[in-house]
Nanobody, 126 residues
Framework: QVQLVESGGGSVQAGGSLRLSCAAS????????MGWFRQAPGKEHEGVAT???????RYAEFVKGRFTIFRDNAKNTLYLQMSSLKPEESAEYFC????????????????????WGQGTQVTVSS
């Protein structure tokens, strides 16, 4: 089983930037596909971005051009660089990982990953 620990959340003004990190520990084959999803109070999970074992990245339309997902395999860490943040993007952001690379092909489905982190709160003020 893989453990995922997110960090980097916080409060930022609209238009600002944040970088989230997700440290993974456990079997490497459990983190072939990794990604981020978010959940705001009263709303459903919303896939944000994924990156597979070959480094292919995919993004939800609403973050394209503003967010960048990348991974450092040597450090077993996943990142999400977020810029031009909007107040409506305030949410708990979760890191997810799965052994199935195919899970990364549909960003909206990343919340179906086998492993999740505990989440990190992002608050964007107007």
């Amino acid at each position: 089983q893989v453990q995922l620990v997110e960090s980097g959340g916080g409060s930022v003004q609209a238009g600002g930037s944040l970088r989230l990190s997700c440290a993974a520990s456990g079997p490497a084959d459990m983190t072939q596909c990794m990604g981020w999803f978010r959940q705001a109070p009263g709303k459903e999970h919303e896939g944000v971005a994924t990156i597979d074992s070959e480094g292919t990245t995919r993004y939800a339309e609403f973050v394209k051009g503003r967010f960048t997902i990348f991974r450092d395999n040597a450090k077993n860490t996943l990142y999400l660089q977020m810029s031009s943040l909007k107040p409506e993007e305030s949410a708990e952001y979760f890191c997810a990982a799965d052994r199935r690379d195919v899970l990364c092909t549909v960003v909206a489905g990343i919340a179906g990953a086998f492993s999740w982190g505990q989440g990190t709160q992002v608050t964007v003020s107007s």
